[in-house]
């Protein structure tokens, strides 16, 4: 079974700064990789992809994606109480056709006010 | 765009009955979805994923018999749980995969079965 690690937390940061997750990768061949966020009782919402070594942006949410050390993560700039949730990363796996995401455990993620 | 919904959203059923859940991808058509189940304060555990026409592949584990999946349409994909027991209570969670080309997964606000 390929493996997506993450630290399970729980990250406390104060609100305002920035909230730094982090997660690595155990198969080399996965090509595309996400970024869930996941309120207390509700389901995944997807907030971040990224296919291509380099950063992707979007508003506040900054994903890194290092093929060479098998590392994704996902800043989060000027952090709000809102962001307080767990994250999860997710790698897609498995040939054309019989694909799957392969989740990790997922970081919670507290905002301070 | 890229609305999945799922119904109910909760349910409470006795001991030995069986429950069906639908998931409908609202504004996009999806050869591929998927079934997952959550517990409490535990990561997304994929159960099966259901192809559209074809039979649905279940994940090592998952009894085929017990979760029934069928998938008839390009917009709806249904999880039958049969003779459900207590042990059964969980979030239930589908997704379904955009057609984008870019293997995006989008989920359905989940179903809450509790079984007495």
């Known amino acids: 079974q390929k493996e997506v690690e993450q630290n399970s937390g729980p990250l406390s940061v104060p609100e305002g700064a920035i909230a730094s997750l982090n997660c690595t990768y155990s198969?080399?061949?996965?090509?595309?990789f996400f970024w869930y966020r996941q309120y207390s009782g509700k389901s995944p919402e997807l907030i971040m992809s990224i296919y291509s070594n380099g950063d992707k942006e979007d508003g506040r949410f900054t994903a890194q994606l290092n093929k060479a050390s098998q590392y994704v993560s996902l800043l989060i700039r000027d952090s709000q109480p809102s962001d307080s949730a767990t994250y999860l990363c997710?790698?897609?796996?498995?040939?054309?056709?019989?694909?799957?995401?392969?989740f990790g455990q997922g970081t919670r993620l507290t905002i301070n006010p | 765009g890229a609305v999945v919904s799922q119904h109910p959203s909760w349910v409470i059923c006795k001991s030995g009955t069986s429950v069906k859940i639908e998931c409908r991808s609202l504004d996009f058509q999806a050869t591929t979805m998927f079934w997952y189940r959550q517990f409490p304060k535990q990561s997304l555990m994929l159960m099966a994923t259901s192809n559209e026409g074809s039979k649905a592949t279940y994940e090592q584990g998952v009894e085929k018999d017990k979760f029934l999946i069928n998938h008839a349409s390009l917009t709806l994909s249904t999880l039958t749980v049969t003779s459900a027991h207590p042990e059964d209570s969980s979030f239930y969670i589908c997704s379904a995969i955009h057609p984008s080309g870019r293997y995006e997964q989008y989920f359905g606000p989940g179903t809450r079965l509790t079984v007495t």
């Open positions: 997710a790698g897609l796996e498995g040939i054309q056709g019989a694909q799957k995401l392969v």
């Open positions: 198969d080399r061949g996965s090509q595309s």
